[in-house]
């Protein structure tokens, strides 16, 4: 929604109450989630800003086959899922916390990011992890591939910060490397990063 007014341009942006609870994905207006689909429809705006204002818990039906965050078994698909679409904007949970989440992510050919968040630039803060299960998986050929899970974010990049967060969940890495040479590998796991 544009105005025109003699002054020049003013830009209003409107309330998105079909993807969040609210909000217009400003600083001052925070996309409001709630629900599971709120959380997952932060993929599509990963520079936008961001309030929880519930807690969100999954459930094994969300995981299992046919379920919604199935995956081809892989379930959650982490929020900016590498170095060409990170996650550049701000997530406040206000407090708030994530229940029993699975993220087992894998490749045979691209490094992996698992996480909530996979590859994160921008600013997380406030949100707490709960029971969840974190999994980075590369299997290949190639010597130069990684594995990075964290409770939070696989991995944080260039001025990307994470604060006032926690996870009591598990959080694990592999990669295995097959090759006639031997080179080293490279996993990365922490319980937030």
Same mark, same amino acid.
């Given at each position: 929604?544009?105005?025109?007014?003699?002054?020049?341009?003013?830009?209003?942006?409107?309330?998105?109450?079909?993807?969040?609870?609210? +909000?217009?994905?400003?600083?001052?207006?925070?996309?409001? /989630?709630?629900?599971?689909? #709120?959380?997952?429809?932060?993929?599509?705006?990963?520079?936008?800003?961001?309030?929880?204002?519930?807690?969100?818990?999954?459930?094994? &039906?969300?995981?299992?086959?046919? +379920?919604?965050?199935?995956?081809?078994?892989?379930?959650?698909?982490?929020?900016? &899922?590498?170095?060409?679409?990170?996650?550049?904007?701000?997530?406040?949970?206000? +407090? #708030?916390?994530?229940?029993?989440?699975?993220?087992?992510?894998?490749?045979?050919?691209?490094?992996?990011?698992?996480?909530?968040?996979?590859?994160?630039?921008?600013?997380?803060?406030?949100?707490?992890?709960?029971?969840?299960?974190?999994?980075?998986?590369?299997?290949?050929?190639?010597?130069?591939?990684?594995?990075?899970?964290?409770? /939070?974010? +696989?991995?944080?990049?260039?001025?990307?910060?994470?604060?006032?967060?926690?996870?009591?969940?598990?959080?694990?890495?592999?990669?295995?490397?097959?090759?006639?040479? /031997?080179?080293?590998?490279?996993? #990365?796991?922490?319980?937030?990063?």
């Amino acid at each position: 929604l544009i105005m025109v007014f003699p002054a020049g341009v003013i830009t209003v942006s409107a309330e998105n109450t079909t993807e969040f609870l609210g +909000g217009a994905g400003t600083e001052e207006s925070p996309y409001l /989630i709630s629900t599971k689909d #709120h959380l997952n429809n932060v993929r599509k705006y990963l520079d936008a800003h961001f309030l929880m204002v519930a807690d969100i818990e999954f459930t094994d &039906t969300d995981f299992a086959e046919g +379920g919604e965050f199935y995956n081809d078994g892989q379930g959650w698909e982490p929020i900016g &899922t590498d170095e060409s679409s990170p996650f550049t904007g701000t997530f406040d949970g206000d +407090g #708030h916390a994530i229940a029993r989440l699975i993220c087992h992510r894998s490749s045979k050919s691209n490094s992996v990011y698992a996480g909530v968040f996979g590859y994160n630039k921008g600013r997380i803060r406030n949100l707490g992890i709960i029971d969840g299960d974190i999994f980075a998986k590369s299997v290949s050929i190639f010597s130069n591939l990684n594995a990075y899970a964290g409770g /939070i974010v +696989g991995f944080n990049a260039g001025y990307g910060t994470i604060s006032n967060c926690y996870n009591t969940g598990s959080v694990n890495a592999l990669v295995f490397y097959s090759s006639s040479r /031997i080179d080293f590998f490279r996993t #990365h796991a922490g319980g937030i990063v």
